[in-house]
């Protein structure tokens, strides 16, 4: 593994597409050759409300709004978002997302996690 490594997100593919209409998700980890870090880039289309949520077994998260904004369900809880929040989730914490109006551009950096994966999939309760 080399000392650093640079890319840029927008130049990765979109990990995501043809599988939830209205949202990018590009991944760097791999083409970082990170052993501890995961960096994604998630582009949320106007309005979009994820009907489903993820939780993790291990790995801890924090999300960064660079772009936008919107609400981050966590748990039973609604939260909302704006340029430049950053909302750190603790694995078991169950999270999904909703855009604003001008759309939600987040960043999302992880920390270890195993080679099989830890994501744990679920349905987004949204209270209203």
């Not at 760097?28 to 949320?44: H, P, V």
């Not at 998260?61 to 039973?76: M, Q």
């Amino acid at each position: 593994m080399s000392r650093f490594a640079k890319l840029n997100l927008l130049e990765l593919p979109d990990s995501v597409a043809g599988r939830v209409e209205g949202l990018e998700g590009r991944f760097g980890r791999t083409q970082l050759q990170s052993r501890d870090l995961g960096i994604s880039l998630f582009r949320y289309a106007p309005g979009l409300r994820s009907s489903m949520a993820h939780s993790h077994r291990e790995q801890e998260e924090a999300y960064v709004v660079v772009a936008g904004s919107g609400r981050i369900l966590l748990d039973d809880e609604v939260h909302k978002l704006g340029p430049w929040d950053v909302v750190r989730v603790a694995p078991d914490v169950v999270r999904a997302f909703e855009a604003g109006p001008d759309g939600m551009d987040i960043l999302a950096v992880g920390g270890p996690k195993p080679e099989e994966g830890d994501g744990v999939m679920a349905t987004a309760n949204w209270p209203d």
